[in-house]
């Protein structure tokens, strides 16, 4: 059975600091995809992110960077010089191979205070 | 070009009315997905088409839930005798290719759902 957890609830940060979000993953697949979603206030998913688990490499796009362990089945997210527009929840999901359906953990509300 | 489209964005419905939670995916788009996104937690699969074929509907909660995409394009869930516990907000995703390839997945805005 495929399970994301993500610890932390509510995050607030003041703007420019750096933040990283947690999420542990649990899949008996070898074979799987990871995502984050960004949720702003409006509602709509937002993707940011997709992984497969034979690509470790870190990312980095703009302030955003990831970090994909496979050892310790995490791949954190961190938004550098956080900005109000950072403020959302965002979703770590898993996805199966041959099952189609995302897994999302509870989502991370941060909250960037000018 | 144009992403997931949903309407209504906001249904009030008074218990045990039916109502009907439309999907207009992204052109071209072979799989569309529903999920419920309870308040505070993350979204929830609900079911899956490939096309017009309905693959995986094993997240129904009920059999009052029932979904259809006839074209294999537009969808529609329809939830019969609404009870407070359907209060959620739907969501509606397509991805370009079909099942065994895990594609990414384009979220609509959702459908708010509240029943009195």
């Known amino acids: 059975a495929q399970k994301v957890t993500q610890a932390q609830t509510e995050i607030s940060v003041v703007e420019k600091e750096d933040v990283t979000l947690d999420c542990v993953y649990e899949t008996r697949d070898t074979t799987y995809y990871l995502f984050w979603y960004k949720q702003p206030p409006s509602g709509e998913l937002v993707f940011l992110i997709r992984?497969?688990?034979?690509?470790?490499q870190n990312e980095i796009s703009g302030r955003y960077s990831w970090n994909f362990q496979k050892s310790t089945s995490s791949f954190n997210f961190t938004i550098t010089a956080s900005q109000v527009v950072d403020s959302a929840v965002y979703f770590c999901?898993?996805?199966?191979?041959?099952?189609?359906?995302?897994?999302f953990g509870k989502g991370n509300q941060v909250v960037v205070i000018p | 070009g144009a992403g997931v489209s949903q309407s209504p964005r906001y249904k009030v419905a008074k218990r045990g009315q039916d109502v009907a939670l439309r999907c207009d995916p992204i052109?071209?788009?072979?799989?569309l997905f529903w999920y419920q996104q309870a308040l505070g937690q993350g979204p929830e699969f609900l079911t899956y088409?490939?096309?017009?074929?309905?693959?995986?509907k094993s997240g129904l909660p009920s059999d009052r839930f029932f979904a259809e995409r006839p074209e294999g394009s537009v969808s529609t869930l329809k939830i019969q005798r609404t009870q407070q516990e359907d209060s959620a907000v739907y969501l509606c995703?397509?991805?370009?290719?079909?099942?065994?390839?895990?594609?990414?997945?384009?979220f609509g805005p959702g459908t708010r759902l509240t029943v009195l």
């Open positions: 088409f490939q096309n017009e074929a309905q693959l995986d």
């Open positions: 052109s071209g788009h072979v799989s």
């Open positions: 992984r497969n688990s034979f690509d470790e």
């Open positions: 999901a898993l996805s199966e191979a041959g099952n189609n359906r995302l897994a």
């Open positions: 995703a397509s991805s370009l290719k079909s099942a065994g390839s895990t594609d990414t997945q384009y």
